[in-house]
């Protein structure tokens, strides 16, 4: 089937130490979202990719960044995880464009915990 | 700016009662709608969606209408089970660019058996 895999589901890092969260996809969609998510609070979205491009919303912290290598995998990196950075990190994504009929998929997540 | 407004929770039900959760929006175009659930630990799942107005999204026994006129697009079930225990998410998207969703607040849903 295609999906949205997000690896790994949970992930430990300490304060202050870089942290890679990865999310690939087969769904061929041109867009790949970011999301934060905070104790069942509403997904914020962080940043997303449309094709190569880098789109930063404007209250995301420098401290989060992305890489979008090919169409099929996005990373999220935290380069000095703070207590404040434990969340769900939700990757997502959607063709784009004027599709109206288009799917917005998500992945299962990564729950982040910083010790 | 665009934005989603659902009741607020928590709610709790007994099993087979009707449920309602009320979301209204606000857009500058012509938004489609959507209702995602998240089970404890898990991340999103697409309810149902609708793409224009009038249109009636529906799943696993949930419907909600795209109401233009009031700007709604309120979740109902006619009997709701223990497994519909979970945090549901109005949310929309406008057909154009990157298309970012945009989700309300979230209602917490417990259904006692």
């Known amino acids: 089937d295609a999906m949205v895999i997000q690896n790994p589901r949970y992930q430990v890092t300490q304060f202050g130490k870089p942290v890679t969260l990865s999310c690939s996809q087969t769904l061929n969609h041109n867009v790949m979202y970011w999301y934060q998510q905070k104790s069942s609070q509403a997904p914020k979205l962080l940043f997303h990719y449309y094709d190569k491009d880098f789109n930063n919303e404007a209250d995301t912290p420098d401290n989060f960044q992305s890489r979008r290598p090919n169409t099929s995998f996005c990373f999220l990196d935290i380069r000095s995880p703070g207590l404040g950075d434990a969340a769900m990190y939700l990757c997502?994504?959607?063709?784009?464009?004027?599709?109206?009929?288009?799917?917005?998929?998500f992945g299962s997540g990564t729950r982040l915990t910083v010790v | 700016g665009d934005s989603v407004t659902q009741m607020e929770g928590p709610v709790t039900l007994s099993e087979e009662a009707f449920l309602t959760i009320n979301c209204t929006y606000t857009a500058t175009g012509y938004p489609s709608l959507f209702w995602y659930v998240q089970y404890p630990g898990e991340g999103l799942q697409l309810l149902l969606k609708?793409?224009?107005?009038?249109d009636k999204g529906s799943n696993k026994g949930f419907e909600a209408t795209y109401r233009k006129e009031t700007t709604s697009f309120h979740l109902e079930k006619g009997s709701v089970q223990v497994s519909d225990s979970a945090v549901y998410f109005c949310?929309?998207?406008?057909?154009?660019?990157?298309?970012?969703?945009?989700f309300g607040q979230g209602t917490r849903l417990t259904i006692n058996p």
């Open positions: 949310a929309l998207t406008l057909i154009q660019g990157a298309q970012k969703l945009v």
């Open positions: 609708a793409t224009k107005a009038d």
């Open positions: 997502a994504t959607s063709r784009g464009g004027l599709d109206r009929n288009y799917g917005y998929t």
